[in-house]
């Protein structure tokens, strides 16, 4: 129960018919001091503090810590914070279930009421990690898949089906509908929440902990999340608070806009290969500047998915009209919209042009700056030129892109790559039996092509023009060699939706 310090920045706001009460942070201003210049992500920290402050879990002392951060740009103080929410997948959110029952089992056995043993923060479980391609190059793939999907994990499936029947607070999204992290940008994130308690509907800012690296997705809708362990996740389901140091935030400035031609795929190695160079491991990456005007929300979230692969906490986008359109385009009701722009503007929690918060340290990019890139070769954090590929490529598997007299040293170009022939055990050879016939396959043989990574099957403009390539290239008569293991995996079923409106799946 917050303690009558804070009861004194408790404030309403009233949205058509509907009165909202928040703990208001420009109330809180006039005892903590000026909070303008404060990062976006720390001021949700802050609120979070405010109206958890009981004088026991949280003090006086850690709201004036925070406030202070500005003094240094850093702290040592720990404090404990709670998360509004909790995501899971079904490879962690199992074994929760299971501590779930067998709690429920050790109240009835004292002989109490066993439904009382319920998570106390909501709980949304996404079956998504039991997905595997064991059938693929056809058409029946997919129907199989699915089958095998069912036998495989039926009876944890059923598991989860009645833990949402038996357990308050807890929700359980069935298998194929999407990625957890994806599932939660287009339709459980809601950027500000609410809480109906004591007869008020209070409004806060959203916010969680998931047990998949790429919760840091949803940052891109201005929802600070991050991902956790299983144990961490649970005692945060429980309602106990994550200890954590008031972080170091490094800001990213972004101005101009991308060039034509160039992807948010670019774009976040880009950013990614800087903020590694820059060193972020354990700290907040907060982005400003009016470039973010121009940054769809999908490149957004493309960018804030990537926060692992940065080695940042989290990668943090502040609201504006751009999480405004993406919530009306994701069928968010117009209340919740409405909602979110008048409470982060009465927190000051909005974007404003111009803006620029003080940070630990800071960093900044021009967009239109940014080239055609491929990741690798061999991290997905690792940035290469578009035109330097080639000699990459060379170097990895350690061949000369020389032209020879001898023909054992020959180099052909196949595929896009240099690949040596006339010279196995240079060039490396593998050998390969498919439907009765032998193949040889050398270094720079494809042998999975598979658009399933989330940072790119979050983002429209790249799976649309992944589509159209496939387009091109069945008119042209292209097909895969029969070693390639082929798979798509659209993150929703949004993304499936949309490329077969498109008329883009059967190439796919």
């Not at 659209?490 to 190439?507: C, F």
């Amino acid at each position: 129960m917050p303690s009558l310090d804070s009861l004194k920045t408790l404030k309403a706001l009233q949205i058509d018919d509907l009165e909202y009460h928040y703990f208001s942070l420009p109330e809180a201003a006039k005892s903590l001091g000026n909070l303008h210049a404060l990062p976006m992500s720390l001021k949700v920290l802050l609120e979070n503090l405010l109206r958890w402050e009981d004088g026991t879990t949280v003090t006086g002392d850690d709201l004036k810590a925070l406030a202070g951060w500005l003094r240094d740009k850093r702290s040592d103080r720990e404090i404990q914070y709670r998360p509004a929410r909790v995501l899971m997948q079904d490879f962690t959110g199992v074994p929760a279930v299971v501590d779930l029952a067998a709690m429920r089992a050790a109240v009835a056995k004292a002989g109490s009421d066993p439904q009382r043993i319920n998570p106390l923060s909501p709980v949304d479980l996404v079956i998504d990690h039991s997905v595997m391609v064991d059938k693929y190059g056809t058409e029946q793939a997919f129907g199989e898949n699915v089958d095998i999907e069912m036998q495989r994990n039926g009876e944890r499936y059923a598991f989860l089906r009645w833990g949402q029947s038996a357990f308050d607070n807890f929700s359980v999204v069935p298998p194929g509908t999407g990625i957890c992290h994806q599932v939660n940008l287009e339709y459980l994130g809601r950027t500000v929440w609410t809480k109906d308690e004591d007869g008020r509907t209070y409004a806060f800012p959203d916010t969680l902990v998931g047990t998949d690296s790429h919760t840091t997705m949803i940052n891109g809708l201005g929802v600070l999340g991050w991902g956790v362990g299983g144990i961490e996740a649970e005692a945060a389901m429980l309602g106990q608070p994550v200890s954590m140091l008031i972080p170091e935030v490094i800001g990213f400035k972004l101005t101009g806009k991308l060039r034509e031609g160039i992807t948010a795929t670019d774009l976040v190695l880009t950013v990614t290969q800087m903020l590694r160079k820059k060193g972020v491991v354990g700290k907040f990456v907060e982005f400003y500047g009016d470039g973010l005007a121009d940054l769809p929300l999908a490149d957004r979230a493309t960018i804030a998915n990537m926060a692992p692969e940065y080695g940042a906490t989290c990668g943090f986008f502040p609201v504006d009209d751009v999480t405004l359109d993406y919530l009306r385009l994701s069928g968010r009701p117009a209340a919740t919209v409405k909602l979110v722009e008048a409470y982060c503007k009465a927190q000051g929690l909005w974007r404003l042009p111009g803006q620029e918060p003080q940070f630990t340290d800071s960093l900044a990019l021009d967009m239109g700056e940014v080239e055609a890139s491929l990741a690798g070769p061999k991290r997905p954090q690792d940035r290469v030129a578009l035109a330097k590929v080639p000699q990459a490529f060379s170097d990895f598997v350690g061949l000369q892109m020389k032209p020879s007299n001898k023909e054992e040293g020959r180099l052909e170009s196949e595929g896009g790559g240099g690949v040596a022939v006339g010279n196995a055990a240079q060039a490396g050879e593998a050998q390969y039996s498919w439907q009765g016939k032998h193949h040889r396959l050398k270094d720079g043989a494809v042998v999975i092509a598979a658009i399933t990574s989330c940072t790119n099957t979050s983002n429209p403009s790249v799976m649309m023009a992944a589509g159209l390539v496939a387009k091109k290239a069945v008119e042209k008569g292209l097909t895969c060699k029969p070693w390639v293991k082929t798979s798509l995996a659209p993150g929703s079923k949004a993304v499936a939706l949309y490329l077969e409106e498109a008329g883009l799946l059967p190439e796919l």
